[in-house]
């Protein structure tokens, strides 16, 4: 059904784009039509000018057909014949100039009943498919939001309110800043390649370059955090049971790190997004990731959806999210709360349902965790330096697998951030125990690849505007 949803929304929207081309291109066209409509009055006019001998008065007939009259018009090029012989006081040779103009706007007239009839011809099939796409994607857009109604009900009380004019504003403000970074970046890419280029002409490039990455940066690093989707909104968007990403706040800041791409730069790549925002982007292959913000922070983190339960009663807010939830990933770590989160997933959810990430250094970690199971984990040989060195899932009986995180030798991707491994080692354990979901380290770049997506999709936007505009100006 998500795929259905996803077919249909994108046909929709593009046929309701080209819709919208004709229909505006139609209306160009009705203007026009009825622009031209006073013509018999003004060739009326014209008739007046030149009995009265006013060569101003037929100078002034002959700018309006200049405007209004179609191209290849002969109504237009016999009316201003007639103005240039008025102005140099020849009226008798204007008179016949303009003896067959009435037949000659009859036939202009005509052919703008035609462009338009054509033109409506046009846009109306794409306008009625692109109504019933639209009312399609629109009735399981309204299913879409009831199958996570009781989750979106339950996070709702605990996400805090937001002025209704600030998501779209800053939504603005970021594409401003991802259309600058797209654009200085490339520009700065292509300075470094082009060697055709003039010396001077690459210098303004590089500057304006860097001046608009420099620019692109303060302004996304103020605008996405306040242009992020509620968790509410999130669960709305998605058919699918959420999943829950449990995690101690300390471990935010390292979360929140934003690491380099090997080989992206020779690849004309950037990223500017965080580990957490790549997590969530590979997590986002089984359906969409919700987390309790840390109590009394200004601005959510990026990444997984931030919702808010009361320092006094937060347990049942997350027991319940546990049983509501298709997916719980744990990032291990040294608080209390968490190790609580532990022992909730492992005594009232199904093995298979819990994934644990293991930190590169874990002291203690490991003892408290085996503890706590069956048989031990054997984590100790994972300790790395990496911000995640193992995944950890479970058998029926509790029984843990274990799955480091890469690069190993001989690893064939060297262009993976450090959290693509760590979305591989994911596929990799729940893989084993049957669950199989593809390319979830591919996912992690998945928000790398949209900020260049939609600064493409700029173009087709670019065009729509303009037309509109052209029919504004028009009217």
Not at 386 to 413: L, Y
């Amino acid at each position: 059904m998500r795929t259905a949803t996803r077919l249909l929304t994108a046909a929709a929207v593009v046929v309701g784009y080209v819709a919208l081309i004709l229909a505006i291109a139609a209306g160009i066209d009705l203007r026009e039509r009825n622009a031209f409509h006073d013509a018999p009055a003004q060739h009326a006019a014209f008739l007046t000018a030149v009995e009265q001998g006013s060569a101003e008065g037929a100078r002034a007939v002959s700018a309006w057909f200049s405007e209004h009259a179609p191209d290849r018009s002969a109504a237009r090029t016999s009316i201003s014949l007639a103005a240039s012989a008025a102005e140099h006081d020849d009226f008798d040779f204007a008179r016949r100039y303009v003896g067959d103009v009435p037949e000659e706007i009859e036939q202009d007239q005509a052919t703008l009943d035609e462009d338009f009839e054509r033109a409506w011809g046009r846009a109306v099939p794409w306008l009625v498919i692109g109504a019933v796409l639209v009312a399609g994607a629109l009735v399981l857009r309204h299913r879409r939001r009831a199958a996570n109604a009781d989750v979106v009900e339950l996070v709702n009380r605990f996400v805090p309110p937001r002025p209704r004019w600030r998501r779209p504003i800053f939504m603005v403000v970021n594409g401003v800043g991802y259309v600058l970074m797209v654009a200085g970046f490339l520009g700065v890419v292509a300075v470094t390649r082009a060697q055709e280029i003039p010396w001077g002409v690459r210098g303004i490039m590089l500057v304006g370059g860097l001046i608009s990455l420099v620019i692109a940066y303060y302004l996304l690093r103020y605008s996405r955090p306040r242009s992020t989707p509620s968790a509410a909104a999130v669960l709305q968007s998605d058919w699918r049971r959420p999943v829950l990403y449990l995690r101690g706040f300390d471990d935010d800041p390292h979360a929140a790190v934003v690491d380099d791409l090997p080989g992206a730069l020779p690849q004309g790549l950037l990223s500017i997004h965080s580990r957490e925002e790549q997590l969530v982007g590979a997590l986002g292959a089984f359906g969409p990731v919700v987390a309790v913000g840390r109590p009394g922070e200004p601005l959510p983190h990026l990444g997984a959806a931030r919702f808010y339960l009361p320092g006094d009663d937060w347990q049942t807010g997350v027991r319940t999210l546990m049983d509501m939830s298709q997916l719980i990933v744990l990032r291990l770590g040294e608080g209390e709360g968490l190790w609580w989160e532990v022992e909730q997933a492992r005594t009232t959810q199904p093995p298979s349902k819990l994934v644990l990430l293991v930190p590169g250094e874990h002291n203690g970690l490991v003892e408290r965790l085996d503890a706590q199971l069956p048989s031990p984990t054997g984590l100790e040989q994972f300790r790395t330096g990496q911000w995640t060195s193992a995944v950890v899932v479970f058998d029926q009986d509790w029984n843990p697998r274990v799955h480091g995180v890469g690069p190993f030798p001989g690893d064939k991707n060297k262009y993976g951030a450090p959290v693509f491994y760590v979305a591989r080692a994911i596929q990799a354990a729940l893989q084993s125990l049957g669950t199989r979901r593809r390319a979830l380290g591919i996912r992690t770049n998945r928000g790398m690849l949209a900020v260049f997506g939609k600064a493409l999709l700029l173009v087709p936007v670019f065009v729509l505007v303009v037309y509109f505009l052209r029919l504004i100006f028009l009217w």
